[in-house]
């Protein structure tokens, strides 16, 4: 199970880094898409399959948005030369890296084994399924206990999509 | 614990396209990436071992269940996600229109 998962992880890791140093964009979107697919199939093991299906939804969408985009375009990308100065920024990121991942260590130090049986916060939430009756206890928290943050996020959707209609608008001022 | 420890990595290596590359395109695939190694993240932290999907069925009423509160929050999250990705692919079509370029260094040198 956990090994399953380290195999996915690696492959997300290495989709994603083909992707940033790809020279052309649609590979780069294409091997994006590795992952976002990994992750589909990451959050099926970890038994989230409502994500997964939302996942899957969310990926393919944003896919197409992306291809559209660079449709039209000349996609090459002029390869950088390479300069001394480049080296050190090389060498800065990586210390820079490291020094993020100790922090990350250490931080999460505190934090449960992976697959260690805490309920710290979602029991209430269990109990609640007499009260909600819902058969899914994802939408009965989605729904039901967290309406309100269900309801920011059609706000920040529907903000969203104004946004996106007011950049894309064709007419725009008239003067100039 | 070497699961967080690649998850972050993921996340490492979104942020290392966000900042060292120079095409939109790259930078908003980085952000994606550091976007989807959070929502990972955070369902590994309510993962259990053993448990099933929090789906109630019959005979399951009271099988152990994995955790579904941040299951319910990253639901939320990816949503948002695809909202700020598709704005951010917004500005960039509308960008090449007027620069005719992705390269940020050569929109910031043609402007004005």
């Given at each position: 199970m ?36 990994g ?8 038994q ?34 390479f300069?001394?100065k ?12 490291l ?7 250490r ?6 084994e ?10 209430p939430?269990?109990?609640?399924v ?21 309801l ?17 608008r ?6 100039n | ?9 993921l ?12 095409n ?10 550091m976007?989807?190694s ?33 299951q ?11 909202a700020?990705?598709?704005?951010l ?11 005719g370029?992705f ?10």
């Amino acid at each position: 199970m956990e090994l399953y998962l380290i195999i996915i992880l690696v492959l997300m890791i290495l989709g994603s880094i083909y992707s940033l140093n790809a020279s052309d964009l649609l590979s780069a979107v294409i091997s994006y898409g590795i992952v976002g697919f990994g992750l589909v199939i990451a959050f099926l093991l970890l038994q989230a399959p409502d994500l997964a299906i939302v996942q899957v939804v969310v990926e393919v969408a944003t896919l197409i948005i992306m291809i559209a985009t660079i449709k039209n375009t000349q996609s090459k990308i002029p390869k950088m030369e390479f300069k001394p100065k480049i080296a050190v920024y090389y060498a800065i990121t990586l210390i820079a890296a490291l020094i993020f991942l100790i922090v990350f260590d250490r931080a999460t130090g505190c934090l449960s084994e992976f697959g260690a049986d805490t309920m710290r916060m979602a029991q209430p939430y269990i109990d609640g399924v007499e009260h909600t009756k819902s058969a899914n206890l994802v939408t009965g928290v989605v729904f039901d206990f967290r309406a309100y943050d269900t309801l920011g996020e059609a706000t920040v959707l529907f903000t969203a999509v104004i946004g996106v209609l007011t950049i894309l608008r064709i007419k725009g001022k008239k003067d100039n | 614990m070497i699961i967080y420890i690649l998850c972050f990595i993921l996340f490492l290596v979104g942020l290392y396209g966000v900042v060292s590359k120079r095409n939109l395109i790259k930078i908003i695939i980085g952000i994606a990436i550091m976007e989807y190694s959070i929502n990972l993240f955070l369902i590994m932290i309510g993962y259990i071992e053993g448990g099933t999907a929090p789906i109630i069925t019959k005979g399951f009423e009271h099988a152990k269940f994995v955790d579904p509160l941040p299951q319910a929050m990253i639901l939320t999250s990816i949503v948002i996600g695809l909202a700020t990705t598709a704005l951010l692919l917004a500005v960039a079509i509308r960008l090449y229109q007027k620069y005719g370029t992705f390269d940020i260094n050569k929109i910031k040198d043609l402007k004005g």
